[in-house]
């Protein structure tokens, strides 16, 4: 069954030059677990005019399984499912794939789709199919134009190192890369329609900052329900989909999915980031499986974790925050709660309970910023930023109890002789800005001129949720307005 692709307008057209190119073509596409890297490759080879050849990996399965459901796919495509004898390697079962491709094509003269999905679990160690599939490449298939392979795994790290970043025989030989990312708003909006899931923006807002842009997750939302009462289902029910699916996540990634758990939960607890120096120290960990560098480096191709450096502040080193909602939504409420809420009953009503809590208040200003760091373009487009500009935080904490400490949430160093510094709000009604934060406000702005000795213009922006009431307050000291509505434009 062909399925409708929503949104993924970027990576359609990297798949439209593939399938349209005349030369050969070697595709590398990664992103985490669920986010719907099959779906993607499926639905659009699948209704072409081509020979499509499909083989997903396993985990955990030695490779005379992974042999056998190779032989499977050669037997469906080309021999009508007849049964023919599994290969012993590698090695053969690309010669028996070759064959039966340059018998087909010299009938049917079509081009010929390849797609080797979760490749990581095909290609364990000793099983020579990178080997393998390097000859094949650099010996058949790289000189034959008609030739489509694909290859995709939910680790980033592994498909980096091995395939895009290959140091043997494959070196160079990537010659498209996809990095599928979660939904943005925009697109999160289109999938909910798409499933009859009709709501208006604070309730998809509500759902996006839970579970993200993950489509796996989004497809569990039922049409008649509130966002609360869909995150409550799907994260604090036993059998909810997402109660257990963090732990999930990192032992499909990893094979010491505890460490990087460890790095994800000590991350989580600075919203404002945490610096590498100090994360080593808080992480006690036993360095198995990589360098610490390593698992940082992964996490964050995965899209889990955001690095940075604050501005002018180079000297303290790279800061690291989560970006996951999901993630985030777990360590908050869901981790701690799992002995609890296994013991309540299934029609219990555990989300709508914490509503409007000050628990509840805190995470969504945490989960609103991690939103809009995803939506920067959109951000920059909306404030008349230009693209070359600079995005980063900013905080500064006195040495002493006399001088005043401030953070700035995001500010972009423009090089049109200005900063845009921009304080993000959630409130669920339009921001009031009161002579108190108005102060606040001011004392941020010369703060930030004094310690960063800049003559640059200083605009002030506000990101909010729900909009802003217009004061005498708002007019003198805003210079422009980012709404959550916004964020889906």
Known sequence: ??????????????????????????????????????????????????????????????????????????????YNEEPIQTPRSWREAFERLNKAIEITYKTRSQKVVIFFDELPWIATPKSSFLESLEYTWNRFWGDLPYIKLIICGSSAS?????????????????TKTIILRPFLLKETKEYLESIGCKYKYPQILDIYMAVGGVPFYLKEIKKGLSAMQNINNICFRPDGLLFHEFINIFNS????????????????????????????????????????????????????????????????????????????????????????????????????????TPAWYSWAGYAFEAVCYKHLYIIRKVLNIPNDSEASTWRYTPKNTTDNGTQIDLLFDRNDKAFTLCEIKYTEEPFVITKEYAKNLINKEDVFIKHNKTSKQIFIALISASGLKESVNSKSLINGLVTAEDLFN
């Open 1 to 78: 069954m062909i399925n409708k692709i929503i949104g993924r307008l970027k990576e359609k057209a990297i798949l439209k030059d593939v399938f349209n190119s005349p030369r050969p073509e070697f595709v590398a596409i990664y992103g985490r677990r669920r986010i719907g890297k099959t779906f993607l490759i499926h639905n659009y080879f699948a209704n072409n005019n081509c020979i499509y050849f499909h083989m997903v990996g396993t985990q955990n399965s030695n490779m005379s399984i992974q042999l056998e459901n190779f032989t499977k796919e050669l037997s469906r495509l080309f």
């Open 158 to 174: 592994w498909i980096i190192k091995k395939i895009i970043n290959n140091k043997g025989g494959l070196h160079n030989r990537v």
């Open 253 to 356: 990634l990893y094979n010491h999915a505890e460490e990087y758990i460890e790095i994800i939960r000590v991350m989580a607890k600075t919203r404002s980031g945490i610096s590498r120096t100090e994360l080593e120290k808080k992480c006690k960990l036993s360095n198995k499986g990589g360098t610490f560098t390593e698992k940082l480096k992964s996490l964050e191709d995965a899209g889990f974790i955001l690095s940075f450096v604050p501005f002018q502040h180079i000297q303290r080193g790279i800061f690291y925050k989560v970006i996951d909602e999901y993630s985030l939504f777990y360590l908050h409420w869901i981790e701690n709660k799992h002995k609890t809420l296994l013991k309540i009953e299934m029609d219990n009503n555990y989300w709508q309970d914490k509503y409007k």
